[in-house]
């Protein structure tokens, strides 16, 4: 699984903390790990070097959904409604 947020890439099933932390600006090209996305002619999209695991019970499968909703990336966010304030 992975998040896109702000133009970076993250895996959020990735064990290495400091791995899942690692963001990449798609157009910088910063230092971290590298993310490629690609696209076949069948539509289908790959992203490169994601984590991969063998699943074979809803348990393990809810799990692995836990594991990447806590890696998720959350902010609140301030907005001031203009007449408002």
Not at 20 to 43: C, E, F, P, W
């Amino acid at each position: 699984m992975l998040e896109i947020y702000n133009e970076t890439i993250r895996d959020l099933l990735s064990t290495n903390r400091t791995t899942s932390m690692d963001l990449v600006r798609a157009d910088s090209g910063t230092s971290g790990k590298q993310y490629t996305i690609t696209h076949d002619v069948n539509g289908h999209t790959h992203v490169s070097d994601l984590t991969i695991f063998d699943v074979c019970s809803v348990g393990k499968i809810s799990s692995l959904l836990q594991q990447a909703a806590q890696s998720r990336y959350c902010l609140g966010t301030f907005m001031m409604i203009s007449g408002l304030f």
